[in-house]
């Protein structure tokens, strides 16, 4: 069948070896996760590990969770055909994880459990507060499994040498499949010892290939910018040549429209991570909140130096493989580390460097598949439909049937937004976090004043705003490079519509506040929350129950 679906496929090293080397990956990861489905037994084991991660654990797994597809991929290749301009989403999500430390990451693991909606609910109303959160944690995890499957369709496909959408299609489910079985074996315990293995993996790889660009040039920096620059300007592909990569303007500062489009994106990068609720989630997987304080200055170090190395891996591909050889290949922009891992290292360092994009993948979207599996079956079976009666049999059994309903799913979104520069669909996924998550949980924790209807008010609407924007936006139809290009249904100009619908989702929490003041909110839970927030007092007490 590979044979058959590579027939018009782009030569980038040996597709038996890549197979191999992918093969390898599988069958080490799923030791790890079998061996941790051992002792897999309760609810809090399936969705937090027990909660028994240390910080530098849980530090590397939040990396590995967070350093996705989009960073690997997405941002190397928006930095080899955009230069600064591509740049700029590295800026965006290591800056994003300033506002995680200082402002969610300890409150949030003192005041919950298991799940975003833990918090949002944990002195509201709980039964319709708990269902905003878990289809706004739904949401923003399926534009994010989105991102990845769609990188893996790119990425598999130019490693096996597969052309055409019928043969990404099918490697795009091959990686559905996997990440459905990681998760059903293993829990979070498998999942995060395939994000810790995955994490030491990609940024030893980054690292690797950050030395080999830069002794290429003999540690001129100076000389990769310019090699970088001379072969845009000889590039054939239309609106690629000329094209200024060293400065900003290349992709965001083409119009005022663009330069908008900008501040949106960068918005919603650095507000999104602080919503995003299989980051958030992670927190939950250590004992005690100074673990969790650990775990984030831990991830914020690898995180940090990983976004160092994309500038050089980007400027690299740029100037070593040129912009007109990544937008030919499959994948386009998301084949740039790829390719240049192949003109460093050959075939082999291909097939490595390969592999740790593929467990990049599946670790990520293992990760977010546990999350939403748990945020559906702990919030809306247990707490709504149950009404607080579901066994923790029950629950585990509703996650695992969720795991596969979302896997199904993401395939068939995966299969739809091929093609599409995945750190760009993060975004997408970012601005849902920042819009629907956040305003939410900061009102939680510091406005005593909040209520439930301000909290329905704000994730609601912060959702739906967000999501009907991205409908009607560009990034769905209307231009070549829309996810529906031969459609034309945009109204909306901006391809991220973080400028509009995270300060309408900070305002319609105020509105509703005050619209649904009348109705008694518990004051003793109210003053609970802060003080276990700010102290951790009763946190482990809770969790041991």
Sequence with gaps: MITTLAASGTD?????????????????????VIRASRTTKT???????GGQFTGPQNGFAIAGDYLSAASFLGIAGAIAVYGYDGFLYSIGFLVAWLVALLLVAELLRNTGRFT??????????????????????????????????AGAGGLVALLLNIDGKVGQSIVVAIVGVLMIVYVLVGGMKGTTYVQMVKAVLLVAGAGIMFVLVLW???????????????????????GVQGRDILGPGAKYGLSGMTKLDFISLGIALVLGTAGLPHVLMRFYTVPTAKEARRSVTWAIALIGAFYL?????????ASMVGPDKILAAPGKENAAAPLLAFELGGTIFLGIISAVAFATILAVVAGL???????????????????GNATEEQQVRVSRITVVVIGLVSIVLGIMAMGQNIAFLVALAFAVAASANLPTLLYSLFWKKFNTTGALFSIYGGLISCLTLIVFS?????????????????WFPLSNPGIVSIPLAFVLGIVGTYIGRNKIEDPAKQAEMEVRSLTGVGVEKAVSH
């Design 116 to 149: 975003m909606a833990d918090v949002l609910s944990f002195r509201l109303n709980q039964r319709p507060v708990r269902m905003a959160a878990a289809l706004s944690t739904l949401a923003v995890s399926l534009f994010y499994l989105l991102a990845q499957m």
């Design 474 to 490: 560009p990034a769905v139809s209307g231009k070549a490079s829309s996810m529906f290009p031969n459609s034309d249904f945009a």
């Design 309 to 317: 190395f994309t500038l050089v891996l980007g400027y690299g591909a």
């Design 369 to 387: 598949a546990i999350t939403a599996s748990a945020s559906f079956a702990h919030d809306i079976y247990a707490s709504v439909i149950k009404r």
């Design 43 to 49: 609810a809090s084991d399936f969705y937090t590990g």
């Design 216 to 238: 290429a040039v003999r540690g001129n920096f100076s000389q990769l910018l310019a090699n970088a620059q001379d072969m845009v300007n000889s590039s054939t592909t239309k």
């Design 12 to 32: 980038v090293g040996n597709p038996a070896f890549n197979i191999a080397i992918f093969l390898a990956f599988v069958v080490v990861t799923m030791t790890l």
